[in-house]
């Protein structure tokens, strides 16, 4: 079987146990993500807006003492780029209907907060598919250290993400169970 089947395979079983986990809720999750980033305050930070059952960090977001962004799809197959967001900012529908920033200034991030479907032990992430971060990651790691956090329910964990080559490691998982380093 290859990497890209099992990876689907197992998309399916993270989405249904990331559903379960996020009717039960995050609770201190972004708060335990918060105290995480603490003292990375003054760095430009990348954060995301959750949709559909993803894990929501935006209150570490709007706690952060320094330049946030949030990812913007410009073309398949492109690292991403991010946006600089703050509390009550003007939003608009983007590429996969995420809400983006209506305008504002690019951010460089040196630490990224990284949505997932599935991570293990390891420190790998089974995204969505489309490799967005994985080249992002890529591309900021090649210019300066790049700090990613994968923000996620603890029930997303798996036994063993599927990887190839192009797959990028998480430095640290934050759930509502609390932080694990890699």
Known sequence: ??????????????????????????????????????????????????????????????????????????????????REWSPGCALVEGAFRAMIPAEGAWVEPEVVIVPLVGFDARGYRLGYGGGFYDRTLAMLRARRPTLAVGFAFAAQEVAEVPIDAYDQKLDAIVTEQGLRLF
């Open 1 to 82: 079987m290859s990497v890209e089947t099992r990876k689907a395979e197992a998309r399916k079983a993270c989405f249904a146990a990331r559903a379960v986990a996020f009717a039960k809720g995050q609770g201190q999750a972004a708060e335990i993500l918060a105290d995480f980033l603490a003292p990375r305050r003054g760095r430009a930070l990348a954060g995301y807006m959750a949709m559909r059952t993803e894990a929501d960090p935006m209150a570490a977001m709007a706690a952060h003492q320094g330049a946030v962004g949030v990812p913007v799809i410009e073309a398949a197959g492109q690292p991403l780029r991010f």
